[in-house]
């Protein structure tokens, strides 16, 4: 029998990282010490009181299924999370849970483009915001973010960008892979272009709790009505709160958007796993001081990695206000030491040094990588040492 796939996967980019992933897998299982820079997930586990808030209702019964969009207890926490975080005020309606954010996205994307709809995404961007674009139809335009400028595109940039297909702009702040954050300013000028020619607004706010050196997470929803109507906000808990297992995400915004992603969410997933909203309730309900606990280990590494990181010759790097990568320009260290690109870089520096990281090609600029800093302080030293004394070798041989 000939197999011919669906048009709309045969267009998917395979991903950058599944060699490097796949090699790192491969040299680990030889017994190789092989130190893995590349998780997008924080090392903690889940705190405790979300542990047992998931097994408690579990032995209660709660087992079976919930409306698609979410719990109703769910939505209110995350209600009042908006209410207290960012002053925004959102009816349950205008609220849908799901199976992470990447999955609330994907829903997004699906209900809001049509064949040939643009998506305007900023560079260096997350590796699935093109491909889920694609997916539904849509056309990503790219919009480079100037290493010069922080990685943040201008209004300019933007208001040249747009076109009679432009459907939406994709703000991720903090950003991954950059860790840099838009502020109020900044967002606001991006909002009077996408207010002055209705685009729609999708505010991914993933790393929202994890921000550095006093600086303040602002949401572009919050900065006025007029942009609060014009924005989709995403969000969850699997980086705030240690909880990327637990797969819950949310959006919230205009109710017809929302009412759509629900109806197309009960014909896919039927509704986010129950134990798992129960966990999320617990997770903005109870202590948050665990989450604080977890941002505060994070800055500390970044503090201590970040000097020993632009230390190393032929690496440049902005340093991250918040998320828990660095993201490095090292063309001039694959230069200095003889490598057609970064890409050939990265793949001796697993090899040769032992040490995985992700190329910047899978995050639309070639000349970067990026390291998470989601690993013990130990470690994170140790593979420092190891892409210094890499580098080093290379210059002097």
Not at 141 to 161: C, D, M, R, S, W
Not at 329 to 342: D, H, I, L, P, Y
């Amino acid at each position: 029998m000939a197999i011919k796939l669906a048009n709309r996967v045969m267009a998917l980019t395979p991903s950058t990282t599944l060699a490097i992933t796949a090699k790192a897998k491969e040299l680990k299982e030889k017994g190789e010490d092989v130190i893995g820079l590349g998780a997008g997930e924080p090392d903690f586990n889940t705190p405790q009181h979300i542990l047992d808030a998931a097994a408690k209702s579990m032995n209660e019964g709660h087992t079976k299924y919930t409306p698609s969009a979410g719990l109703p207890a769910l939505k209110k926490a995350i209600i009042n999370k908006f209410e207290a975080d960012q002053g925004l005020s959102y009816k349950p309606n205008e609220v849908i849970v799901g199976n992470g954010a990447k999955h609330v996205l994907y829903t997004l994307f699906q209900v809001i483009l049509n064949d040939g709809d643009e998506v305007i995404i900023p560079t260096p961007y997350w590796v699935s915001y093109p491909e889920q674009v694609k997916l539904a139809g849509g056309v990503p335009v790219y919009v480079e973010g100037l290493e010069q400028n922080n990685f943040k595109i201008t209004p300019q940039q933007l208001k040249e960008a747009i076109t009679d297909k432009t459907k939406a702009v994709i703000i991720n702040s903090p950003s991954n892979p950059t860790g840099v954050l838009y502020t109020d300013q900044e967002l606001l000028e991006l909002g009077k272009i996408c207010l002055a020619e209705d685009i729609l607004i999708v505010s991914d706010e993933i790393y929202e709790k994890l921000v550095y050196s006093g600086a303040k997470h602002v949401s572009i929803a919050e900065l006025s009505p007029e942009l609060k109507e014009q924005t989709i906000v995403i969000n969850g808990v699997s980086k705030s709160h240690s909880m990327t297992g637990w797969r819950i995400g949310y959006a919230a915004g205009n109710k017809q958007i929302v009412e759509a992603m629900t109806n197309l969410a009960s014909h896919s997933t039927s509704n986010p796993t129950t134990t798992a909203q129960y966990a999320a309730i617990a997770a903005y309900n109870g202590s948050q001081e665990p989450v604080e606990e977890m941002r505060q280990a994070f800055e500390k590494r970044l503090e201590i990695i970040y000097n020993k990181l632009v230390a190393i010759p032929g690496f440049t790097c902005v340093k991250p206000q918040g998320a828990f990568y660095l993201y490095p320009n090292v063309k001039g260290a694959a230069e200095m030491t003889g490598f057609r690109n970064v890409d050939d870089f990265v793949e001796a520096l697993l090899v040769e040094a032992k040490v995985a990281v992700i190329p910047g090609s899978g995050f639309g600029t070639p000349d970067n990588i990026r390291l998470s800093y989601a690993t013990s302080l130990e470690q994170l030293e140790k593979a420092v040492e190891r892409i210094d004394q890499f580098v080093t070798a290379k210059v002097k041989s």
